[in-house]
């Protein structure tokens, strides 16, 4: 059977700790083997490019590409756009495949392709040049080491697998800036025990939570369920929301709710916030058992098909009229 190869890109753009050089700066971009973070200033060292420039601007910069095995290796370097996964909303940026429209179109670095000695680092410069039409507010991107080899390991489906490692680009493009946060979609689904009072019921609340200003939002989403009259069921701040949610993008998150009522009729309300953004956005919900819609749902017929019957015993039937002469 021949065998299927998928390529997977990883890119580690996690927070860890960097301990193997003291000119390493903590919080650099790393995944074991290598790291990338910005050269070190004149005043300290920094965990990612925090740059800002006008329309037409052009800034000069440098990355470290730092090799921690014992034998040397080989990168890609290229800049790529950042975005929000669809499925937590943590921070991503595209391949080296996808196109590129911010950062990942702008920046340059002098060289596309480095070797790294064993155990050594070396510092490549790059330009970020901001075109005259750029929009004001914030560009997230990134550069990349990609290490271009393909791991494929052994069976019927043979996984290949290509690592990244990138430092971030928080750019700000000078002119207006717009913090607005929405809250879309609201949807809840209930889960029910058969009988009432037998087994534990709960419900899901989903949203989607989209940045529709220019700048990266740092969210918070506070839930509250009332149910009849009022009453309120449910009121907490939620805790699984991304980071920083980035201009322009989307994430579809969802929230349990334990212990949902199994009989009740009212609201969910969820309202988001960031700096200087607030928006709100509800849903109506109605639990009902299926035992209690089942036996509602035999009754209503027995009850509508007894009183057709005794419409027609009394006479008050139907007729058909005679046509007249």
Do not use: C
């Amino acid at each position: 059977m021949r065998k299927l190869y998928v390529l997977l890109l990883s890119l580690n753009l996690s927070l860890s700790l960097f301990l193997a050089a003291a000119a390493a700066p903590a919080h650099a971009a790393d995944n074991g083997s290598w790291s990338v973070y910005p050269a070190a200033s004149q005043i300290a060292a920094r965990p990612y490019f925090y740059l800002s420039a006008d329309p037409g601007q052009t800034i000069d910069d440098k990355v470290v590409v730092s090799n921690r095995t014992g034998r040397p290796l080989t990168f890609r370097l290229y800049a790529a756009d950042a975005y929000n996964t669809a499925r937590d909303g943590g921070f991503a940026v595209r391949t080296v495949a996808e196109k590129q429209r911010g950062v990942g179109a702008w920046a340059r670095p002098a060289k596309s392709r480095v070797t790294v000695p064993a155990h050594g680092r070396i510092t490549v410069p790059f330009t970020l040049s901001v075109p005259e039409g750029a929009e004001p507010g914030d560009h997230p991107g990134a550069l990349v080491a990609l290490d271009e080899r393909i791991d494929r390991g052994d069976g019927a489906v043979a996984l290949g697998v290509q690592r990244a490692v990138a430092a971030r680009i928080y750019l700000r493009v000078g002119g207006p800036t717009v913090p607005a946060i929405a809250v879309e979609d609201v949807r809840v689904s209930h889960h029910q025990p058969l009988v009432p009072g037998l087994g534990d019921s709960g419900a899901t609340i989903s949203y989607t939570l989209r940045n529709t200003g220019n700048v990266t939002l740092s969210p918070k989403v506070e839930l509250r369920a009332t149910g009849l009259f009022g009453r309120t069921l449910l009121s907490r701040e939620l805790a699984d929301l991304p980071a920083e949610l980035l201009p322009g993008q989307r994430v579809r998150l969802s929230e349990p709710w334990r212990a949902a009522p199994q009989l009740d009729w009212g609201q969910v309300k969820l309202t988001a916030s960031a700096k200087d953004t607030r928006e709100s956005a509800s849903a109506g919900f109605f639990a009902l058992p299926w035992l209690v819609a089942v036996v509602l749902f035999v009754a209503g017929g027995v009850g509508g098909g007894m009183w057709v019957r005794l419409r027609l015993r009394t006479g008050g039937g139907w007729s058909r009229s005679s046509p007249r002469p």
